[in-house]
């Protein structure tokens, strides 16, 4: 048997193994962003929260690993759009009637609609934190930038507070499929593994985002000063 | 007679490939509940036919599930409500007197309409010229354990290899991917022993040639494994992932 077959990185796996790699990237994003802003739940005036910003804002490797993560997330949300294309064109004429509720979950087929929520939702977020400190570290003032009241006074608007809220609910049920999906897709699929991976993603899906959720509504009600 | 029904069919017409279609309505009386879904047709057929009518085009052959040739999507779903069966095994007990019944062929740019209900599946049957084989000719079957193969590989290679071509995995797929399919043919041969030998070459051919076709990209929504009359395991595409990611790294 001869080898007829193309480029690794054209191929449907291929473009598939570049998804999964940078969603658990992604992930793994998430776990320290969650970890670093719970601080603000010390309520401690935002002491140890600035310090963590700061030490994120001069730390080399972390500068490095945001470049890291700005092209992961263009490559995830690139990908997503290509795929998604491919995706539509194998299927030029629909169904006039079609029960995808008997045999998959709603957010399973809603990746591609529930991704670009996410994408907006990034643009009002880094248009709220991330273009503000950047500013500061060009401008060499990052050292009296204090996100921290920054961040009360965007969640003192409910508009904002909203935003989040539904930024966080787009982000749970990415993440309900997200998550074990990227394990199948690596190809991690396991008998004696399976339910740990389907249990670990349905309470990573829903503790992270609850996490994030609470910070906007604690602000907001005034629990957090 | 007692227990017979009255229905109401939408069934997709269309004259050939080059043509639009459209869904037709025809209502059928005193229907068995014993008979196939088949033969449901076969009485619908002989009316048209008995009215000088053509009557409706559909695949099936062996009918008792294990051909791979009826298709049909009824009620937005391959090969009907139940699962496991294919629809020459799907009873009209499983519809109620009085329901309407939509029936639309497999929908896929890689599965073109023949004729009403009837679609080329010969994609497929490239993807398997690819490399669903071994080269080699093994000779007659060997005496049971002269080539030692623990018995869940065994087990699992039988399971893979229950795949009966359907199609039933790319109709329901919303990105009409055939990677149930192409990951059950894989996964028989790279199981065994006298697969293992051209499995490196096999899963880069089979998947190429998948693309090729113009089946979509999987996203584990996981509805073919529910729809698979066969039902062939998710485990299967993971297995084919890892071939793959291997086979690229090793050549
Ligand atoms: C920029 C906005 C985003 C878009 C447009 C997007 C879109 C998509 C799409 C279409 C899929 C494919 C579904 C699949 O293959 O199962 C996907 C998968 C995934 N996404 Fe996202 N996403 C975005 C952001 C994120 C973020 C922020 C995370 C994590 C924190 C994430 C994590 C994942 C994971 C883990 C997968 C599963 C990968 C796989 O199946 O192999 N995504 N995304
Ligand atoms: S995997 Fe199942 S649904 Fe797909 S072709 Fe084989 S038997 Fe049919
Ligand atoms: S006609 Fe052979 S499987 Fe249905």
Known sequence: MSNTSGKFIQSSLGKKLLMGLTGLFLISFLIVHCLLNSFIFLNDGGVMFNEGAQFMANNPIIRIMEIVL???????????????????????????VNNGNANSKWYSRSMGI???????????????????????????????????????????????????????????????????????????NHPKYNGLIKKTGILFSIVVPMIFAAMPVAIFLGWIK | MSGHMNLTLKVWRQKSDKENGKLVTYPVQNISPDMSFLEMFDVLNEQLITKGEQPIAFDHDCREGICGMCSMYING???????????????????????????????????????????????????????????????????????????????????????IGCGACVATCKNSSAMLFVSAKIS???????????????????????????????????????????????ENIARMNREFFVANIKS
Request: net charge neutral; aromatic share 8%; hydrophobic share 45%.
């Open chain 2, 77 to 163: 779903r391959p090969h009907g409500p139940k699962r496991g069966v294919t629809t020459c095994q799907l009873h009209m007990r499983s519809f109620k007197d009085g329901d309407t019944i939509v029936v639309e062929p497999w929908r896929a740019a890689a599965f073109p309409v023949i004729k009403d209900l009837t679609v080329n599946r010969s994609a497929f049957d490239r993807v398997i010229a690819k490399g669903g084989f071994i080269s080699v000719n093994v000779g007659n079957a060997q005496d049971a354990n002269n080539i030692p193969i623990p018995k869940p590989d065994a087990d699992a290679a039988f399971q893979a290899a229950a795949c």
């Open chain 1, 114 to 188: 529930l991704g670009s929520l996410l994408l907006l939702f990034l643009v009002v977020h880094l248009s709220h934190f991330w273009i503000d400190t950047k500013a500061a570290q060009f401008n060499g003032t990052i050292a009296e930038h204090n996100t921290y009241l920054e961040m009360i006074e965007v969640f003192h608007n409910p508009i904002n507070v909203a935003v989040y809220l539904l930024g966080v609910i787009a982000l749970a049920y990415h993440l309900l499929h997200g998550f074990p999906s990227a394990f199948q897709t690596m190809g991690w």
């Open chain 2, 188 to 234: 028989q041969l790279a199981l065994l022993p006298q697969g293992r030998v051209e499995a490196t070459a096999r899963v880069k051919n089979m998947v190429a040639q998948m693309d090729e076709e113009g089946f979509g990209n999987c996203t584990n929504t996981g509805a073919c494994e529910v729809e698979c009359p066969k039902g062939i395991s998710l």
């Open chain 1, 70 to 96: 700005f092209f992961g997330l263009i490559a995830h949300a690139v990908q997503a759009l290509v795929l998604t294309l491919q995706n539509n064109k194998a299927r030029p004429i629909k169904y006039a």
